[in-house]
């Protein structure tokens, strides 16, 4: 059961997602310390493994760095629910092996706090809180296949070895 952080905001840039002061690293376990420190100082507090991030439109955009994947990820979170995302945050966490969720009606049907129930394959979130199913479109099996094996360096190493 996936506990929702929500944002109700469009435009959360990878600068909000991590601040540019911590790129010296790329440890995610000390990346997680910082993740949207300045969106909400007391996130790392209240997320616990597993839980998500709903947001609105945009989310991820500005630079193009993988830090911003990797603070999440780190942090336990196992996906970003969102309105829209920026093309290269999506892709590079795909890329990092990390599930994303394009969902226009997101903020409106998720309350933050709310329990869900996420079933990536079939495309459905139960939200138990507030007792309703929401649909959405699954990942292609191509997509799939890189998050499955941890990213795409995973994915393709997998593959020149089978």
Same mark, same amino acid.
């Given at each position: 059961?996936?506990?929702?952080?929500?944002?109700? =905001?469009?435009?959360?840039? $990878?600068?909000?997602?991590?601040?540019? =002061?911590?790129?010296? $690293?790329?440890?995610?376990?000390?990346?997680?310390?910082?993740?949207?420190?300045?969106? @909400?100082? @007391?996130?790392?507090?209240?997320v616990?493994? *597993?839980?998500?991030?709903?947001?609105?439109?945009?989310? *991820?955009?500005?630079?193009? =760095?993988?830090?911003?994947?990797?603070?999440?990820?780190?942090?336990?979170?196992?996906t970003?629910?969102?309105?829209?995302?920026?093309?290269?945050?999506? =892709?590079?966490?795909?890329?990092?092996g990390?599930?994303?969720? !394009?969902?226009? !009606?997101?903020?409106?049907?998720?309350?933050?706090?709310?329990?869900?129930?996420?079933?990536?394959?079939? *495309?459905?979130?139960?939200?138990? $809180?507030?007792?309703? @199913? #929401? !649909?959405?479109?699954?990942l292609?099996?191509?997509?799939l296949? #890189?998050?499955n094996? *941890?990213?795409?360096? !995973?994915?393709?190493?997998?593959?020149? $070895? @089978?």
């Amino acid at each position: 059961m996936a506990k929702a952080h929500v944002y109700n =905001r469009d435009h959360i840039n $990878t600068d909000e997602i991590i601040p540019a =002061r911590y790129l010296n $690293t790329d440890d995610r376990a000390e990346l997680a310390k910082h993740c949207l420190e300045d969106l @909400d100082p @007391d996130f790392v507090n209240k997320v616990q493994p *597993g839980d998500c991030i709903v947001a609105g439109e945009d989310f *991820g955009c500005g630079s193009s =760095r993988e830090h911003a994947v990797w603070a999440i990820r780190g942090a336990g979170v196992v996906t970003v629910i969102a309105k829209s995302f920026a093309r290269i945050f999506y =892709r590079n966490a795909i890329n990092n092996g990390f599930y994303l969720i !394009e969902l226009p !009606e997101a903020p409106e049907k998720i309350s933050d706090g709310d329990e869900l129930e996420i079933d990536y394959k079939n *495309g459905l979130i139960k939200n138990e $809180t507030a007792g309703i @199913d #929401i !649909e959405f479109n699954p990942l292609p099996d191509f997509a799939l296949e #890189i998050i499955n094996a *941890g990213g795409l360096l !995973e994915h393709i190493t997998k593959r020149t $070895t @089978d």
